[in-house]
């Protein structure tokens, strides 16, 4: 999933940045550029570690684990193929159109999760005079819209990821390389 979902979110990272500082300007009141410094430190911050790193333990988790194909022959393997299994999808060639998206979804919560805590701390740090109930409050909105606005956009991102995956491609054997050989250590460990 990383392969599929990192390239998207790279290129959706000015759209995003934009309407959460934004969001940020009006709940907060404070001035376009605070707003703006808050939200690209913030999201630079999750789109380079916090994401990628949540991905990196979630992938682990499962090949520790969760990574045998079961198959889809019930409802409940379906659901556990696209849940538990969302950050390493097994390869049902006929069953990724759909798999891909709702695996994708799957994801948006944990990430979410990650998203707010690195945007908020920092933003603490940014915005030290707002209010820290009002603060979080606004991180959450915002990163609510973003992810609202990411998830209509999940597709035609995917789409478009397939295309531009040459061009991340070095990248993506990187991290790839690094949760095998994450997960190969953890394996002798235990």
Not at 23 to 48: C, D, E, M, P, Y
Not at 168 to 173: A, D, K
């Amino acid at each position: 999933m990383v392969a599929i979902f990192l390239p998207p979110m790279w290129l959706s990272l000015i759209p995003v940045i934009l309407l959460e500082s934004w969001i940020l300007h009006r709940r907060l009141f404070v001035s376009h550029q605070s707003a703006l410094l808050a939200s690209t430190v913030g999201n630079v911050a999750t789109t380079v570690v916090g994401i990628p790193l949540v991905w990196l333990v979630l992938a682990i988790l499962e090949g520790s684990c969760c990574g045998t194909a079961h198959g889809l022959a019930s409802f409940g393997d379906k659901i556990y193929a696209v849940t538990v299994q969302a950050p390493w999808l097994i390869p049902y060639e006929k069953d990724l159109g759909w798999m891909i998206p709702v695996a994708l979804l799957v994801l948006f919560v944990p990430f979410f999760g990650i998203t707010v805590a690195i945007e908020g701390y920092l933003s603490r740090r940014i915005l030290p005079a707002v209010e820290p109930r009002r603060l979080w409050r606004a991180t959450w909105l915002a990163n609510g819209w973003s992810y609202l606005m990411l998830a209509l956009l999940a597709w035609p991102a995917l789409l478009l990821a397939s295309h531009m995956q040459s061009f991340f491609l070095p990248i993506l054997e990187w991290l790839v390389s690094v949760a095998f050989k994450v997960a190969r250590v953890l394996a002798q460990a235990q």
